[in-house]
C-alpha cells in the first residue's frame, strides 16, 4: 500500500511539471528535503489516527476497493462517449489515486494501534507520561541509489518521540537511521553514532530531539519505515 501511494504521489508530481529526480518536493503529503537522498517523506495521517479507523476501514476495505473499481470504468466509459481520452485518463488516475489512499490508510491505522500498544509501556517506563496521543502517521522511504542525509533533529518541542517501523528489514545498506546517544540533552562531538539494524515487527523510539540522520541505500531495493 506504501509503494502504491508514493508511486500515485509521484506520478501526481510529475503530471504537474516537478522532477522528483532533480528537485526537492515541498508538499504536505510528500516532502522530500533534497533530490540526490531519494529519500521520501509521505503523510499518511495527518492527525494521529482515530482508533476506530483501523476496524472501520478493515470492514470497507474490499468495499471502498470495488467502489473506486466500478468508479473508475464508468468515468472511462462516460469519458470514451463524450470523445475525451484525456478526460479518461485523469478519471482513471484520480480513482486508483483514492483506491491506494484509501487502502494506505486503512493499513496504517492499523499498523498505528499495533505499535501505539508496543510504545506507550516503554515511553510511561521512561518516564514520558505527557505523551498522550499520536501526532501524524505516515512512511519514510529511502529509493534506491540515495545518498546519507545530514545530522538533524525533527523539532525543537520537548516530549515528542519518533516511532520507526520498518516495513522491510533494515540493515547498515539499504539506509538504517544513525543516532547521536545523548545528543537530546547535549551535544558532544565525541560520541559514537549507533546505526540499528532491525527487523519487521521492531519498534524504534527516538526522541526528537535527538540528532540522527538516514542513511544512504546502496541496495537495488526500496525501503520503506513507517
Known amino acids: 500500500a ?21 528537485e526537492p518536493m515541498r508538499w504536505a503529503d510528500l516532502w522530500s528535503q533534497n533530490a540526490s537522498q531519494r529519500r521520501f517523506d509521505m503523510r499518511i ?32 466509459i462516460d469519458s470514451s462517449a463524450a470523445g475525451s481520452a484525456a478526460d479518461s485518463s ?6 486508483d489515486g483514492n483506491a ?8 496504517f491505522a492499523r499498523l498505528a494501534g499495533a505499535a501505539e500498544a508496543v510504545a506507550r509501556p516503554v515511553l510511561d517506563a521512561a518516564g514520558l507520561r505527557c505523551i498522550r496521543e499520536v501526532d501524524s502517521v505516515g512512511c519514510v522511504t529511502a529509493l534506491p541509489g540515495g545518498r546519507h542525509q545530514p545530522w538533524h533533529f525533527d523539532g525543537g518541542e520537548a516530549g515528542l518521540v519518533n516511532a520507526f517501523i520498518p516495513l522491510v528489514p533494515v540493515t547498515r ?30 519498534v524504534l523510539l527516538f526522541d526528537w530531539l535527538l540528532l540522527h540522520r538516514g542513511r544512504g541505500n546502496a541496495t537495488p531495493s526500496s525501503r520503506p519505515v513507517a
Do not use: I, Q
Open 173 to 202: 545498506h539499504n539506509g538504517a537511521t544513525e543516532l547521536r546517544p545523548g545528543s537530546h540533552r547535549f551535544n558532544d562531538p565525541r560520541t559514537v553514532p549507533v546505526a540499528p539494524e532491525l527487523a519487521v515487527g521492531d
Open 90 to 95: 485523469a478519471a482513471d488516475s484520480a480513482a
Open 2 to 22: 506504501a509503494e502504491a501511494r508514493l508511486a500515485c504521489l509521484l506520478a501526481r508530481a510529475r503530471g504537474k511539471g516537478k522532477d522528483p529526480s532533480r
Open 45 to 76: 495521517l495527518r492527525h494521529g489516527y482515530d482508533r476506530a479507523l483501523a476496524a472501520d476501514h478493515a470492514a470497507a476495505d474490499s468495499a471502498a476497493d470495488r467502489a473506486a473499481a466500478d468508479s473508475a470504468a464508468g468515468s472511462a
Open 100 to 107: 491506494a489512499g484509501a487502502a494506505c490508510e486503512a493499513s
